[in-house]
């Protein structure tokens, strides 16, 4: 690798000659052969180590990548400008279709306030159908409770007056017996029977 550097920097002091030798000092101009510097840069050139060349070719590759990425996204957006043009074009096809979708927004609105309408008045028959059940079931057992009360105060009466019966009877006997307290005394078994606590 030194001796690569060697000779590149040979050929670099060749080049500095050449460009000295001959010319108008004066003026900054030199007067040089074009075939004695493309032999130097040539000479150059092949002198660079591997690495640099290797490099180089990889930035002209990177170059060339580069470029063929710029056309095919050229070519991307043309491509996508023409398909916007023919869209464009067929902006007929495009409203029709618009009032199309239009069409079919309204008969889906139409159709939801059909539904939410059937919804509420079905709504509105379950609640007057309730109220109808709870009146009627409340009639029913209103009907029912006056039966039932009707009933026990017939009952109730019955009771009474067998209750009454019972004290005309007994009243009856006590007064029939002789002495007061004569029945009680002959079965004092009965009595204990009837006494109030």
Known sequence: MNS????????????EEALDNKGFPLLGYSIVKKDTVTNILD???????????????????????QYEAQQKAEKVVSDAQAEANRLLSESDLLRAVQREAEKIKEQVINDCEEIKRKAVDEAENIRVQAIDEA???????????????????????QLQEVVKNGQVQL??????SEE???YANQHPEYAKDFKMN
């Open 43 to 65: 000479k150059l050139y092949a002198a660079l180590p591997d690495e640099i060349k290797e490099a180089r070719s990889l930035l002209r590759r990177k170059d060339e990548l």
């Open 4 to 15: 690569q550097q060697d000779v590149i920097y040979g050929l670099m002091n060749d080049l």
């Open 171 to 176: 009243e009856r006997r006590r007064m029939e």
């Open 135 to 157: 009146t009627r079931i409340k009639d029913g057992a209103n009907i029912y409770a006056e039966q039932v009360l009707t009933s026990l105060e017939q009952n109730l009466g």
């Open 180 to 182: 007061p307290g004569i």
